[in-house]
């Protein structure tokens, strides 16, 4: 959490004195963190709490009323549309903040350099249990994933799962920090995350199927779409809400100086035509 709470006041009340209330997505935390920090500097009159938790953690406390502003790593649900129109008489207003592309990561030791989104896939229901299967050594998978409040499990779910289930035997762990320290202690791990969180484990190319050239993430091959699992990563606000002090927070997020502190975090800045959307 980072700054001030100030109990006892709601959301509404709290962005029109001033302060902002952000909640959601893990994936964005420390993002965020830097953003509210450096956006306050040129405003003193402004605090900001920031909250992770998860993206549905986060979507359920904008239904609720108990945060401005919810940070997303996936796309919000019909279901939880219909909840924000059940709670405010309006659809969230939903803006692109930044881009990320899913890194698989693996071992150090591991030799494997690339893997296609079938393997990926394989491995995560359980059908493929064995390195050898991709041409590693002849020893078992240990898969790591994240929590089912994570919209980064959900993304992962959706586009390389295909809405499959995980398969019993992965692991679930807390956060993508977490997935990456069991990996880099692990010679035999695989897991996913966010691009910020490279550090003691290398990540994969990634490869559409096995007749597709594997894929470096990059600046310019998430932003092109070229890296297979790439994504925006968004902010939704109450309508209501969306003046003032947080109105001024999403613009310059989404600006040059907000976008440059994306990319020094090691997340990919959003593309200039997508920055108006």
């Not at 089912?148 to 499990?153: A, F, L, M, R």
């Not at 484990?201 to 310019?220: C, F, G, I, K, Y």
Request: charged share 20%; hydrophobic share 35%; with cysteine.
């Amino acid at each position: 959490m980072l700054l001030v709470v100030l109990s006892g006041w709601g959301p509404t009340e709290c962005a029109r004195a001033g302060s902002i209330t952000i909640k959601g997505s893990d994936t964005m935390v420390v993002l965020t963190q830097k953003w509210a920090e450096t956006f306050m500097k040129g405003r003193p009159g402004v605090t900001i709490q920031v909250n992770g938790g998860g993206t549905g953690t986060g979507l359920a406390a904008l239904q609720n009323r108990s945060t401005d502003i919810c940070n997303a790593s996936r796309r919000i649900r019909a279901r939880e549309k219909e909840n924000c129109l059940k709670a405010f008489h309006k659809l969230p207003a939903e803006y692109r903040v930044a881009m990320d592309g899913l890194h698989v990561y693996v071992n150090h030791q591991n030799p494997i350099k690339a893997i296609t989104l079938p393997e990926l896939a394989g491995i995560f229901v359980g059908t493929i249990t064995n390195w050898s299967t991709l041409g590693g050594t002849d020893a078992p998978i240990t898969i790591y994933s994240r929590e089912n409040s994570s919209g980064t499990y959900e993304f992962f779910k959706e586009r390389v799962l295909q809405g499959r289930d995980f398969g019993s035997a992965v692991q679930t762990l807390q956060g993508t920090a977490q997935v990456l320290e069991a990996v880099a202690q692990d010679p035999l791990g695989i897991g996913y995350g966010g691009a910020s969180f490279g550090l003691g484990a290398r990540h994969l190319r990634v490869a559409r199927d096995a007749a597709s050239e594997a894929v470096e993430p990059s600046e310019s091959t998430v932003a092109s779409g070229a890296y297979p699992i790439s994504r925006f990563l968004y902010c939704y606000v109450n309508p209501d809400l969306d003046h003032g002090e947080v109105a001024a927070y999403l613009k310059w997020i989404r600006g040059d100086e907000g976008q440059s502190i994306v990319r020094s975090l090691g997340y990919y800045p959003l593309p200039a035509d997508h920055r108006t959307r």
